[in-house]
């Protein structure tokens, strides 16, 4: 898999416990931490698909602990040497634990994979604002999910 220029995957650690297992996310010593600005999670069920979605400030930092979720990313930056490609990925706690980071700029949409809970988290370097976010329905960016 070819990620877009800027993006990054970093493999987490799990740390097995027979009492429940201890599943690491960001920390302030990891290379591509900058800042914090909020934490959030969100769901998504088997099958439905949220985005598209741009941010012009904030960097994504996505964490999926629980089921598993498929997530699609588009370079519409003029400027990129991935400039018009599209790189996916599915993240899972099972599977593939890892954080993906997404840098400004970059179109993000993502789809439900597992029958059961789909969990992601964000652990952005700023706050969320409205403003600085754009939003475009699916059939605007071409991909066949």
């Not at 220029?5 to 591509?32: C, F």
């Not at 993906?100 to 700023?126: E, K, S």
Request: net charge negative; hydrophobic share 40%; proline share 5%.
């Amino acid at each position: 898999m070819d990620l877009l220029q800027g993006v990054i995957l970093s493999p987490l650690k799990i740390i097995q416990h027979p009492k429940g297992n201890v599943l690491h996310a960001l920390k302030q010593s990891d290379s591509n931490f900058h800042t914090f600005g909020e934490a959030y999670f969100s769901t998504i069920a088997k099958g439905e698909i949220k985005g598209w979605k741009k941010h012009r400030l904030m960097t994504l930092n996505l964490i999926v602990p629980v089921g598993a979720i498929k997530f699609v990313l588009f370079d519409g930056r003029d400027e990129s040497s991935t400039s018009n490609q599209f790189s996916e990925i599915i993240l899972s706690a099972t599977d593939n634990y890892c954080r993906l980071t997404v840098p400004p700029l970059v179109w993000v949409a993502f789809q439900g994979v597992d029958d059961q809970l789909n969990l992601l988290l964000n652990i952005a370097n700023i706050e969320h604002n409205p403003q600085e976010a754009d939003n475009r329905p699916l059939e605007q960016i071409v991909y066949k999910w």
